[in-house]
């Protein structure tokens, strides 16, 4: 089980919401702690003094962006698949690359 420090407020972003998106598409379980960012807990400033969420527990190590949770979550847990296939992953570059036409 994975240990997750999220903010108490629930709507707190797209960085919070990604990782905890993944967690529940993947099926892993995991631990919630909530924490008030406006009043942070000494036992969260100690296991991550930047103050950031969300923190996710890999092993022993605390970490505190939500890219890397995410990526290290699809690398150790691939099915189901959530990154953007190869093949796929240029597609918008592909049309902002073609010329528009002007009339």
């Known amino acids: 089980m994975f240990q997750l420090i999220y ?7 797209p960085f919070c919401q990604r ?5 529940e598409e ?6 919630m702690k909530l924490v008030d960012l406006a009043n942070k ?9 930047d103050g950031k969420v969300p923190v996710m527990k890999f092993d022993e190590e605390w970490v505190s962006d939500s890219d ?10 691939p099915n189901p698949p959530l990154a953007t296939p ?3 992953s240029s597609v918008y570059v ?9 009339f």
């Open 7 to 13: 903010c108490v407020n629930l709507i707190s972003g």
């Open 41 to 49: 807990p000494e036992w969260f400033t100690k296991i991550n003094p």
């Open 94 to 102: 592909d049309m902002l690359a073609t010329p528009f036409l002007i």
């Open 26 to 31: 993947k099926h892993l379980p995991y631990d």
């Open 68 to 77: 890397v949770i995410s990526k290290s979550l699809e690398e150790r847990y």
């Open 86 to 88: 190869p093949e796929k």
């Open 19 to 23: 990782v905890l998106l993944t967690l």
